[in-house]
């Protein structure tokens, strides 16, 4: 009998696996963005035009690639983050799968250019849809920058797809708040058709929250804090009265990444009980910091999603936290302490 299989060339297995990783712009923004804090910059520049759909740009200060690396780092599963099976519970970057660039590649016209401190000059290299179209040294600042143009050119049902330039402008700014609130320590500027929109110093974590909600937000902050040995929590809550009828400003942050997790806001909100009426929702940051061996982060390709080995515990912590960041701020006689 004849054999039917093959292996798919790599072009095509990069563009089925960027489905996965780039739904829209804004993915596009997250892992650009993640790579430059994974780098090590301290300035970090998003340059967006016509809700991404026209240009992403990243620009950062960071470590750079040597001219190896640089052609290295657009192959499906390379990465300089981890090494083995045993890394990825030890993880203390942002990035470890080796996909993002090889996927935004496949689907997008890349344009990059890096230079790391020792080296004098730096690459400039071209892809578009998994071609290099042209690789060669160039003099250009410390750091990397790259351009994503033409995102989904060659799946126009992707393509068509995409929202209007508001809405994708809309889940890049979701995308730009995640990132800036989880690393308050390095700058960011983020640039839309043309406008500055945030120009953001490092600074501490509770004048990053104001910079971008702004200084109205101040008055509404408390501070929860507990150390255990299962979890460190830092951040904050906002008063129940700033509750709000719109699910608006709730964030988790878990050894720095932005999680989504019903389970752990439910926490969060029961620990509200009584406090809030009916209908509205408690805004929140809270950064809880656990032993890396002690979570799985690596659920889905977005990495959005963490499972806990003591989810049970870490509800209970949490919640008694929340608690009493509540109780501090003079709200003793609004509490219900039986409850
Ligand atoms: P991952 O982040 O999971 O390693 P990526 O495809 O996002 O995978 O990036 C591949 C590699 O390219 C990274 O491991 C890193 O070594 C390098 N890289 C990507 N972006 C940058 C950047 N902005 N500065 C320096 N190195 C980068
Ligand atoms: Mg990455």
């Avoid at 033409?150 to 508001?166: M, T, Y």
């Avoid at 640039?191 to 008055?219: C, V, W």
């Avoid at 400003?249 to 406090?275: T, W």
């Avoid at 501090?328 to 609004?334: I, R, S, T, V």
């Amino acid at each position: 009998m004849a054999d039917f299989i093959h292996l798919l060339p790599d072009h095509v297995a990069n563009q089925i696996a960027a489905g996965e990783v780039v739904q829209r712009p804004a993915s596009v923004v997250k892992e650009l963005l993640e790579n430059a804090v994974d780098a090590g910059a301290t300035e970090i520049k998003l340059i967006v035009k016509d809700g991404g759909k026209a240009l992403i740009q990243v620009v950062d200060d960071g470590s750079g690639m040597s001219e190896t690396d640089a052609r290295m780092s657009f192959e499906r599963h390379a990465t300089s983050k981890i090494r083995n099976a045993e890394d990825l519970f030890q993880l203390h970057t942002k990035g470890f799968r080796g996909e993002a660039l090889a996927s935004i590649a496949a689907i997008a016209h890349v344009d990059m250019q890096t230079r790391p401190a020792d080296e004098e000059v730096g690459t400039h290299i071209r892809i578009e849809g998994s071609k290099v179209i042209s690789q060669e040294a160039e003099v250009c600042p410390q750091g990397t920058s790259i351009s994503v143009k033409n995102l989904f050119f060659n799946i126009p049902a992707r393509r068509n797809f995409l929202k209007s330039n508001a809405v994708e402008f809309r889940h890049i700014t979701d995308e730009f708040h995640r990132v800036a609130l989880a690393h308050p320590g390095i700058g960011f500027q983020f640039y839309h058709n043309g406008s500055e929109l945030f120009h953001l110093d490092a600074t501490s974590l509770r004048k990053r929250i104001t910079a971008i909600f702004g200084h109205r937000m101040d008055e509404k902050l408390v501070p929860v804090e507990e150390e255990t040995q299962v979890v460190e929590i830092k951040g904050f809550i906002c008063k129940p009265e700033y509750a709000k009828k719109s699910r608006g400003e709730q964030f988790f942050f878990v050894n720095d990444r932005f999680i989504k997790s019903p389970y752990l806001h439910h926490a969060v909100v029961s620990a509200f009980e009584g406090l809030l009426k009916p209908e509205v929702h408690p805004g929140y940051f809270l950064y809880l910091q656990v032993d890396p061996n002690s979570i799985d982060i690596n659920i889905h390709p977005t990495k959005t999603e963490v499972k806990f080995d003591d989810e049970h515990t870490l509800y209970a912590i949490l919640r008694a936290a929340v608690k009493h960041g509540l109780g501090q701020f003079h709200l003793a006689p609004m509490l219900d302490f039986e409850k």
